[in-house]
């Protein structure tokens, strides 16, 4: 495992440099530990019987094939965690079991009830348990102990910035830990809200609560930046508490679950159709033409410019990106992005240019995912004139294998009217029905056109 070689390495560097420091370095006067947070100690030991580990199994054997972190919200036995934690569970269920083990050893066996896959949330249910409220067929059942539980904290206590919070879960999966940091208002540009945590998450603590100074629960760890420090995002509480009270009674999921993962992804397309079509475009994004650029509400933008110092080709370039993508496996979907170069050749002249500008259009590559998920993309090219303005289009399809009814589509155009100059542009859009993907891809190319002059 890939984890265990880097601790095994970490873990002889360290006996080296305590090797050398013992025999080469002076001896220093011992400092004294940096004593942990009354508070953090305080939450986590209220806390500690109501986290657990989730292990996804291969069947029939005790080899794990993912951890990640979970807790306890009633005395059921139920237990919120993330899909993505139990993704390989859901989608293959003939080849995984899921089972959940407790900080002091205890394992057992656990059920899928309910998914949210647009927030990353899966309500699981400890297998084959009775409560000790119900009425119980039998002495030994009644004897049965209720599960501890954490609580929610109410949505109408607002959270303030810079609130204190503890992260726990089971990090790289050497024990239970609680991390502490701060709440930071919700990600600005997340199609779906998210806290702004400034803690430090590790893998294996996806799924885990995230804890007010009272113990009760603020958010789910669900992800983290890896190109920052202490920049990681919690799913809001409020999700998961509307999962537990819509799967409270729900019986365990049986076989795969594309089915149930194709409805929200609808839902989800059909939001995304919408917010965007209505959110309009940027005006004044090129000197020449009109060119599609999306507002920074859900998207964000960044551009480049790359001069040319031997008299060729002059190029800027702009990427509009979702950091909001919807984890459905082995791969992702449910995002847009929008991008557009523009060329200046007036240095290179018609021919030269023209042999530029053409080859960039050729070598945009069509296929995002495997063969596996999705099926061939079927591409109709034409040259359209929208208003004046001579186009060269392309609109290519591709069909999710598990997921029926959903597509990727792509659209490439460039601009034909001038001999030494031009914009390409390209939109692509993940996990639409057809009527919307030709829905989006018409509202992308009508935005092209001339500026007045």
């Known amino acids: 495992m890939k984890t265990t070689r880097q601790l095994a390495a970490l873990w002889l560097l360290w006996q080296a440099a305590a090797g050398w420091a013992a025999t080469e370095a002076p001896a220093e006067p011992e400092t004294p530990p940096v004593p942990v947070s009354l508070s953090a100690r305080k939450v986590y030991e209220q806390a500690r019987s109501q986290l657990v580990q989730i292990r996804t199994v291969l069947k029939g054997r005790a080899s794990q094939t993912s951890v990640g972190s979970g807790f306890l919200v009633t005395r059921e036995g139920h237990i919120v965690t993330n899909f993505h934690v139990v993704s390989e569970v859901a989608l293959e269920p003939a080849t995984h079991d899921l089972v959940y083990v407790t900080a002091d050893g205890r394992e057992a066996r656990l059920n899928i009830l309910m998914l949210d896959v647009l ?76 806290i702004f945590f400034s803690g430090s998450l590790s893998a294996g603590m996806s799924g885990g609560p995230a804890l007010d100074q009272e113990g009760r629960v603020i958010g789910i760890n669900v ?52 917010r965007f079509i209505a959110q309009g475009w940027k005006i004044a994004t090129h000197p020449r033409y009109k060119v599609p650029v999306p507002p920074d509400r859900f998207m964000r933008c960044w551009g480049s410019t790359e001069q040319s110092k031997t008299g060729g080709l002059d190029f800027e370039r702009s990427d509009c990106v979702m950091d909001t993508r919807v984890f459905v496996g082995k791969y992702t979907t449910g995002a847009l992005t929008v991008r557009h170069e523009s060329y200046d050749g007036t240095r290179l002249g018609t021919l030269r240019f023209a042999a530029r500008y053409s080859q960039s259009f050729r070598n945009e590559g069509f296929r ?8 061939k993309p079927q591409c109709h090219e034409d040259f359209i004139d929208h208003q004046g303005l001579p186009m060269r289009a392309v609109i290519c399809l591709s069909a999710y294998k598990k ?51």
């Open 119 to 194: 927030h990353d949330l899966a309500l699981l249910k400890v297998a084959d348990t009775k409560t000790a409220d119900a009425p119980a067929k039998d002495a030994s059942a009644k004897d049965l102990p209720a599960f501890d539980a954490l609580a929610f904290r109410p949505t109408a206590k607002a959270l303030g910035q810079g609130e204190r919070m503890y992260s726990l879960g089971n990090p790289l999966d050497v024990g239970f830990a609680v991390i502490e940091g701060n709440y930071n208002g919700l990600v600005e540009r997340s199609f779906y809200p998210q």
């Open 223 to 274: 992800a983290r930046r890896v190109d920052g420090e202490q920049v990681s995002f919690l799913v809001p509480a409020s999700f998961a508490s509307t999962l537990l009270e819509r799967g409270r009674n729900a019986p365990p999921m049986k076989g795969p679950a594309h089915a149930e993962i194709t409805r929200q992804l609808m839902e989800h397309q059909s939001q995304l159709t919408e």
């Open 403 to 453: 997921l029926p009814q959903l597509y990727d589509v792509s659209v490439l155009v460039a601009t034909l009217d001038q001999p030494q100059s031009g914009v390409q542009g390209r939109f692509d859009a993940q996990g639409l029905s057809f009527a919307n993907a030709m829905k989006l891809s018409q509202h992308y190319i009508d935005a092209y056109g001339l500026l007045a002059k």
């Open 368 to 375: 995002r995912l495997r063969g596996e998920f999705t099926t």
